[in-house]
T-cell receptor, first 115, second 112 residues
Framework: DTGVSQDPRHKITKRGQNVTFRCDPISEHNRLYWYRQTLGQGPEFLTYFQNEAQLEKSRLLSDRFSAERPKGSFSTLEIQRTEQGDSAMYLC?????????????FGDGTRLSIL | GENVEQHPSTLSVQEGDSAVIKCTYSDSASNYFPWYKQELGKRPQLIIDIRSNVGEKKDQRIAVTLNKTAKHFSLHITETQPEDSAVYFCAASMHNNNDMRFGAGTRLTVKP
């Protein structure tokens, strides 16, 4: 399967802990996006990369959230000092090209549960 | 920024009937409108998309229409089947913008 893969699928952690999620995009896709999805809502954009450059991060939910894509391939999303409100599905998507008007292909997501 | 509204939030149809889901957007510069299907516990899957240079696109039982003047677009599913049951999301984006804005979703139930 050459689709977008995310790891782990599920993460359960105690409030205050740090968590890191990984996303491997489709290999020829140079754009990578992170979204958050809560129950009953559509995906909410967080940040994106064009190759290794993070071109938008103002929509990250707080300074506890950070993302990296060091070599322009896989990406990680880190949440520090997790809070109850961080419980959600975190989705990664990738696309070709240099614009946002290209089809985005999603991974299965990481479901985060904060105890 | 762009705001996408989607209606209805839930839709129940009998197998074989048609289903229509509507979305409106606020930014006239938006030029790309995809539709995603998300089954419970699974990833959103792109089912069809349309760009602003066309008014309609069809793929077998699925079609999307776009009215740029009114800033709304719709998903049409004909001859619905139980496996069409899922949550459907519309979205809008533009080339020079950074993100894609999604609607809140429509839960479609197709009753056999």
């Amino acid at each position: 399967d050459t689709g977008v893969s995310q790891d782990p699928r599920h993460k359960i952690t105690k409030r205050g802990q740090n968590v890191t999620f990984r996303c491997d995009p489709i290999s020829e896709h140079n754009r990578l996006y992170w979204y958050r999805q809560t129950l009953g809502q559509g995906p909410e954009f967080l940040t994106y990369f064009q190759n290794e450059a993070q071109l938008e991060k103002s929509r990250l939910l707080s300074d506890r959230f950070s993302a990296e894509r060091p070599k322009g391939s896989f990406s990680t999303l880190e949440i520090q000092r997790t809070e109850q409100g961080d419980s959600a599905m975190y989705l990664c998507a990738s696309s070709r090209g240099t614009g946002s008007n290209q089809p985005q292909h999603f991974g299965d997501g990481t479901r985060l549960s904060i105890l | 920024g762009e705001n996408v509204e989607q209606h209805p939030s839930t839709l129940s149809v009998q197998e074989g009937d048609s289903a229509v889901i509507k979305c409106t957007y606020s930014d006239s510069a938006s030029n790309y409108f995809p539709w995603y299907k998300q089954e419970l516990g699974k990833r959103p899957q792109l089912i069809i998309d349309i760009r602003s240079n066309v008014g309609e696109k069809k793929d077998q039982r699925i079609a999307v229409t776009l009215n740029k003047t009114a800033k709304h677009f719709s998903l049409h599913i004909t001859e619905t089947q139980p496996e069409d049951s899922a949550v459907y999301f519309c979205a809008a984006s533009m080339h020079n913008n950074n993100d894609m804005r999604f609607g809140a979703g429509t839960r479609l139930t197709v009753k056999p």
